[in-house]
């Protein structure tokens, strides 16, 4: 073989682990944003977790948590593997990649199908677990639940004030009157959820399955969008693993 193809393929080796290099930094960069959506996703607002009927929301930013996770230890891999030019390495840092590429893949469709069927969810379930679950034993988690999502979100009831007028805690003597909870008043004090005067209490057209639709909507978005990103980001860096295996298998020992 010429020197000049010798100095070509040695040219071209370099490129490759310069790109590679390139790649793992874009790849870490990826994997901060995916663990960060994920722990976001759960952490802000992850009492309203407890009022979905299906706990896909939660599955979604948990994988994505796994996702970001398992990138920082495959960066890392990778990095020695570029250096270390040796097959195996990259052998293993190409599974890796391919495993997270499937798991962001999961984890963006999940938010995507998720999404698509979140309107209807909410629709059937979630007055009634509001109206069934408010204020009883056992229950604690869905009453601070509707609290803070009244209160957050200025609303009161699912669709509107008056979901509360049959609500096991309304017609029960614990409400001491009640017409609504506190958390439907504007000015928070202890029993002025009898008055459910507009002057009083939120009357948000739509209620609050539209504020809480349009809360979870977006964090999908954003959970769907940032695993499917960072999914066709390692396309490229399995690609460029894969030329630089050949590369190596290609050169004499």
Not at 135 to 164: H, M, N, R
Request: charged share 15%.
């Amino acid at each position: 073989m010429s020197a000049y193809k010798d100095g070509e393929e040695d040219w071209l080796t370099v490129c490759l682990k310069y790109l590679l290099f390139v790649f793992n930094s874009l790849f870490w960069v990826g994997g901060a944003a995916v663990l960060g959506v994920g722990v976001w996703t759960l952490v802000e607002k992850s009492e309203f977790v407890s009022l979905l009927a299906s706990g896909t929301f939660a599955v979604s930013a948990y994988i994505l948590i796994l996702a970001g996770s398992l990138v920082v230890v495959t960066g890392f891999l990778g990095c020695c593997a570029v250096i270390r030019e040796q097959r195996s390495c990259l052998s293993t840092y190409f599974s890796c990649l391919l495993l997270i590429f499937l798991i962001e893949l999961v984890a963006g469709v999940l938010a995507y199908v998720y999404y698509q069927r979140l309107s209807e969810e909410l629709k059937q379930h979630l007055k009634q677990t509001m109206t069934d679950n408010y204020a009883q034993p056992g229950k604690e988690a869905i009453t601070l639940a509707v609290d803070k999502l009244q209160q957050e979100f200025k609303c009161c009831g699912s669709d509107s004030y008056q979901d509360w007028t049959d609500s096991v805690y309304i017609l029960s003597a614990s409400a001491n009157h009640r017409l609504v909870p506190d958390s439907c008043c504007k000015s928070l004090t202890p029993a002025c959820g009898i008055r459910d005067h507009p002057s009083n209490i939120y009357k948000v057209e739509g209620g609050c399955i539209t504020m809480l639709e349009q809360f979870l909507a977006d964090h999908l978005l954003v959970i769907g969008a940032v695993g499917i990103g960072v999914a066709c980001l390692q396309i490229c860096g399995m690609v460029l693993t894969c030329c630089l295996y050949r590369r190596i298998k290609m050169e004499p020992y």
